[in-house]
C-alpha cells in the first residue's frame, strides 16, 4: 500500500496550481468574485478598449519579438483601490520580467501582477483566495526600494571631499 501511495504521489503533486495558464488564471478568479458577489470583471485584452467599464479591469498586452506593452485599465468603481500609483508601481516591479523575450519569464511577470491586482480587490472586500499574495510580497511590489540613504551618502562624500579640497588648497593662500 505505502509503495502504491509513494509510486502515485509525484504524479499528483505534479498537477499544481502554479501551471495554470493566465486565461485559466482569470477564469478562475473571475469566478470566484460572481460566487462572493463581487462586481468586477478581469479581462486580458490586445487592443486599447475606447472605454472601460465601471467595474472591469483591463490588462492590455501587445507582444512583439523586440518589446513587450503591458498596460493596466482599472474601471471607475476599482479607480480608489487601485490608484495610478499603485498601478505603477505594480507595471514598474514587474517590468524586468514584462519586457523579457522569454515567454516562460513574460508569462511570469503578467500571472504576478494578475496575483496582486486580485490581492488589492480582495483585501478592499475583505476576503482571501488561493491566488492572493502574501502581505510581504505585496507590499514589495508596492513599495520599491528607497534610494534616500545612497543619495544622503553620497551628497556627504561630496561635501567632505569639498571641505577637504577647500582647507587644503583655498585656506593655506
Known sequence: MIFFLLLFFPIVTAFSSNDLTTEQLIQRQNQFYEQKNIEVKIKVVNTRPAKVAPKEIYLLVKCSNKRNNIQLYVGKSWQKIITSNKKSALL?????????????????????????????????????????LAQFELDKMLKPRSLSLPVAIMFGLIFMSGTYLYRKFIFKR
Do not use: M
Open 92 to 132: 514598474t516591479s514587474q517590468a524586468e520580467l514584462l519586457k523579457s523575450t522569454n515567454k516562460n519569464q513574460f508569462s511570469q511577470g503578467v500571472k504576478r501582477l494578475l496575483r496582486a491586482v486580485f490581492t488589492l480587490i480582495d483585501q478592499s472586500q475583505g476576503i482571501t483566495s488561493k491566488y492572493d
